[in-house]
């Protein structure tokens, strides 16, 4: 044992120790706590429970969370917003975007014209870091990270979203509360 | 309906005597059903005990507890009953099978057996009366440790063998002081009978707790220690012992152990409330009922005085286990034998000198202490002051005695621990050095 040197405790440590003072406040904690637990509801006091009831009750996450990929759409004509620019994928540090475009006949001002309109587009949240510079570069808000947190799948391919799934969002099981 | 519950000792009374002799309903009938409901409402208690601690040491812990069986858990202990039933019962290989299936057994009727003396209510509440109840509720649940030795003997398993060492040591040491600690309150009552010592402190209007506090103090530790229970629980040391006694049990006998555990506790409190905190008496409730002729509800409403008496009890041993950390096994020794046996005798002692004290000023001439001596020592408002003086006195003298003769030991004090070590190590008069590393340490400091 280390050689510490320890005053001689004193009349009133003493006393403290005679009546019990530290066993009674280590009680009064618990006691509080057990309170709070009850009457603190949403913790105010900091001494209810922490405790979130997660599949039944969702967590509010924080206001700048990056969460789960998104395309939006118009919401007038459910048509793509992207327009295929390929800025986000060169934003990307983690090169986890692929931006599959395709040429299309589009008729404009009676003429035929060959237009540049997205055909797929690949996300890998494997790797993603949830930086956002994706969103940052994309000119259309088409490319938004939401602050759904729930990206676990069964399997590594399972990470890599299609299209589809950008656009309509993965299907999870929903727990009614 | 409260009022069909009330009516139905007399109802069924008259109906029973239809059928059988006067004496069968009254020393077999009654009995068995007494029994029964005994039995099963200690069972469920016991089942919801566990969910209790299980919320109570949750809320200490900014926690939720048990949340998905049923509307906040309720169906929880169900469930784990269940769970436990349909579990294998395994049997370790060169086990002593018959001990091994036995001790459960002797554990859960140890603990069950004393109930019957218990006196939960006046009248139809106790099953019965014997008039050395105390006695009797000493030395059936010290034949619990019995079940605790067989059980780590049987399992052919170290840890359960040293579980049981342990939990059989720290039992029969803390019973002696538990014994010791009953006889102050005993004093007082001048019976055994717990009934007996119930209705001393009813007519009386007083609870013993008042003229003795260092006697209910050591009752409740020892009781604590006794059970098995944090911050006692050494011989269920997770840490050092896996689950101590009961490691190899699986199944319905790991459950009955668990149950044994349970009722011990609730049997301890039980006792605790009896000899210390009036039992089933609480003050206005018999003028306000059995005076006015309402005699069920009388009892009923004491029924649920003893009941929120021990309640209070348990919850204290809830509160204790989840405050306190465990002993150490030295320091566990140290409060049976250096600390709580010496304040029993001295409880003892100083009660004995105060109730000799009171009969002493007891005169026809001068002071008027005791009032009469049929049910307990009844005393008068200047000898119950007097009793409560030398209960407070007794505190504080307890404490000096017990500093006096351990003044030399070393104590739970950690701090005066080291100092006494550095008293040792280092010659008188010179400081101590502190070490220049926390890696090198006493060796140079030594002469």
Redesign the interface.
Known sequence: MPLVPVPKSTFVQKLKRFFMVDLLKGMAVTLGFNIGALTDKDSVAGKGIYTEQYPKVRPDVAPRFHGAPRLNMDPETHDTLCIACNLCALACPEDCIDVIPMDVEVIVAGKPRRKKVLDEFIFDTSRCMFCALCQEACPTYCLELTQDFELATYSRAGFVWNREMLEQGRETVKYES | MLFALLAAPSFIDSLLLKFFSEPTVNYVIWPFIQIGLVVVITTGWVAYATYLERK?S???????GP?RVGPWGLLQPIADGLKLLTKEDFIPENADRWIFFVAPYIAVVAAFIVLAVVPFGPDWAVITDVNIGVLFVLAVSSVGVLALILAGWSSNSKYALLGALRSSAQMVSYEVSMGLAIIGALMFARTLSLSGVVGAQASNSIWFLLYQPVGFMIFLVSGIAENNRAPFDLPEAESELVAGFHTEYSGFRWSLFFMAEYTAMVVVTAVATTLYLGGWYFPFVYRLTEAKGYHNVYVVISLLVFLAKAGLLLYLYF??R???PRFRYDQLMDLGWKWMLPAALINIVITAIGVTVIQGLDNPSGMHTIKSLSAGLGLTASGKVIAIAFGIINLFLT?GVLSLINWRSRDF?L??Q??Q??LV??PKGK?????AS?GD??SE?RP
Request: hydrophobic letters at 60%; zero cysteines; glycine letters at 0%.
């Open positions: 109570i949750a809320f200490m812990q900014a926690r939720l949340m509160w204790l989840w405050t306190l404490a004090n701090k005066k080291r100092r070590i550095r190590d280092l400081p101590a050095v502190m070490p926390p340490v006493v400091a």
